[in-house]
DNA sequence: CCGTATCCATTTAGATACTG
DNA sequence: CAGTATCTAAATGGATACGG
């Protein structure tokens, strides 16, 4: 399938489905072993690249870097540099970021509900 | 890593993330290709096997039957069997499943405002 | 400290053929 | 009609080594 607007469905579909272009596009931002984790560990404070990493205790290196440049490409994160040695890079929400908080609480409180 | 609960995160990791333990659940009942696509479309109306292929115009019958039993055996949709020639399969909707639809929701409004 | 690059293992999905 | 079985392809994640 050859994949447009970077969320996995081609042209035809998206044309076909236009109704649900929305959840598609939302399942692909948050589709990602750790994605929804990192964005609940974001809600409370910004983190540093290593916080992040001890908080998700089996993740590797390399993952994670993979999961929070995508989230930075789809602008759901920001990512800031400070020039030091050593390096110091803190993420946090986005506006875009923020506005995704209900659904990560409201996934939470269903998996609370029903998860065993 | 070795997998308990079904939702990829081994003991020791549930262990020390009770708290998120809810967001890890649902992430995981929700993670699959057509999942969302397949709860939106099944909000409406129950349907048959070949009307959720038909508006998924481009799965396999193969991912398809996959999605679907990964669902019904998470308890969020209902299989039922009429047992005439040729067969009818029809698929609903459970209580928990319902329970799920102001997520499903959610991520339709968030993608229609911030989806290109 | 916070990465990148490379390689490999696992997971997931599509194609095709066949069946009650 | 609604599957199952098998094979293959693609996507994802982990391990390790190395760099600014």
Redesign the interface.
Known sequence: ?VKI?N????E??VE?HRD????????N???G?YK??IL?YLKENDRRFGEIKKFL??VSQGSLTKQLRELESDEIITRTVYPEVPPKVVYGLSK?GK??M???D???????????
């Not at 969320?7 to 081609?10: I, M, S």
């Not at 649900?20 to 399942?27: K, R």
């Not at 409201?106 to 065993?116: A, L, S, V």
Request: net charge neutral; proline share 2%.
């Open positions: 399938m607007c969320y996995g469905f081609d035809s579909f076909e649900m272009h929305g959840i598609a596009y939302t399942q931002v948050l589709s072993r929804n984790l609940w205790t089996s875009k506005d995704l209900p659904i990560i409201m996934m939470e409180e269903f998996g609370k509900k029903h998860g065993r």
